[in-house]
């Protein structure tokens, strides 16, 4: 039996419909993103760097702690960086391994900036999308709170903070994380107020399910979009606040060590010949910071519905 021309084409359009898999909203975003080439190798040299902080120590000689008294006050001529005696990058002032505080320093660095934005984007979150869904009178007061917290000095009350209740790394993360949660309650706020009108939540209203529950799971999951890249974004500033810390001495204390307190150091030893102790710690800063920059801007670029 001869189909007619017509038939076969709405067969032919039929088979080719069937054979197209549909995309979710991640899986399109993912696509986009691995497009993105400036996200791409910003995504690649996190990697990069994760791995070196993690697996760097193993192929270190000495320990992060370990003084070489012979190089110190000589480590200008003798303690440059060196494979034959296994300071890859060179000593520093005190004669230690500048290699294994530089993998030491670079985890505690990328921990602060990811522990300290994870707090402040699940509190800001929470907290902005709960004043926006309630709106009125809570809002109002939930809004003003973080008004009259914004206007006091940020590194006042961190700094604050280390000095009543101790220089500890859980006090760091704590402090960084709950004071730069205001702005992530505003951004989540801001974007509650128009999905909190879309049909899904006035059903989900309609049929009796509670306020929080809605917010959890049908406010919140919309908002990740926004979340993921405003957190990319933070991590870098977190980093940067911690090496601020570090730099006045309430931060990381020996014989930890951070990216921010080796910087400071090999900054202070610049007119004695030994730019390594500046050129290698600022080397893993600036390529983590960017690294996350790009990221965040391809996140951004991807989960953006306005250029779908």
Not at 266 to 292: D, R, Y
Request: charged share 15%; glycine share 10%; no cysteine.
């Amino acid at each position: 039996m001869k189909l007619a021309s017509g038939d076969a084409k709405l067969l032919d359009e039929t088979a080719q419909l069937a054979s197209i898999r549909g995309r979710s909203l991640w899986a399109d975003a993912r696509g986009r993103f691995l497009r993105n080439r400036a996200a791409l190798l910003g995504l690649i040299v996190l990697v990069l760097v994760a791995i070196f902080a993690l697996f760097g120590g193993y192929f270190a000689k000495y320990e992060p702690d370990y003084v070489d008294f012979s190089l110190m006050g000589a480590n200008a001529y003798r303690g440059v960086p060196s494979f034959e005696s296994g300071h890859y990058f060179g000593v520093d002032f005190d004669g230690r391994d500048l290699f294994a505080r530089t993998v030491q320093g670079t985890g505690i660095s990328m921990l602060v900036g990811v522990v300290g934005a994870l707090v402040a984007v699940v509190v800001g979150t929470l907290y902005g999308a709960t004043a926006g869904y309630i709106g009125g009178r809570v809002d109002n007061i939930m809004m003003r709170t973080v008004d009259i917290l914004m206007s006091i000095p940020f590194m006042f009350v961190l700094i604050l903070m280390l000095v009543i209740f101790g220089r500890s790394m859980f006090m760091l993360f704590l402090g960084i994380g709950l004071i730069s949660w205001l702005d992530m309650s505003r951004i989540a706020r801001g974007q509650t107020l128009s999905i909190k009108n879309k049909e899904f939540v006035e059903a989900a209203v309609a049929t009796g399910v509670r306020p929080f529950t809605i917010i959890l799971r049908h406010v919140v999951p919309n908002l990740l979009g926004i979340v993921i890249v405003y957190s990319t974004l933070l991590v870098p500033q977190m980093i940067i606040f911690e090496s601020f810390i570090s730099y006045l001495g309430l931060g990381i204390q020996e014989p930890q060590t951070s990216l921010g307190a080796l910087i400071n150091q090999g900054a202070e030893q610049m007119n004695n010949g030994t730019l390594w102790m500046l050129a290698f710690p600022l080397f893993f800063f600036l390529v983590t910071l960017f690294a996350f920059f790009f990221v965040g801007d391809g996140l951004r670029d991807a989960l953006d519905p306005k250029d779908r």
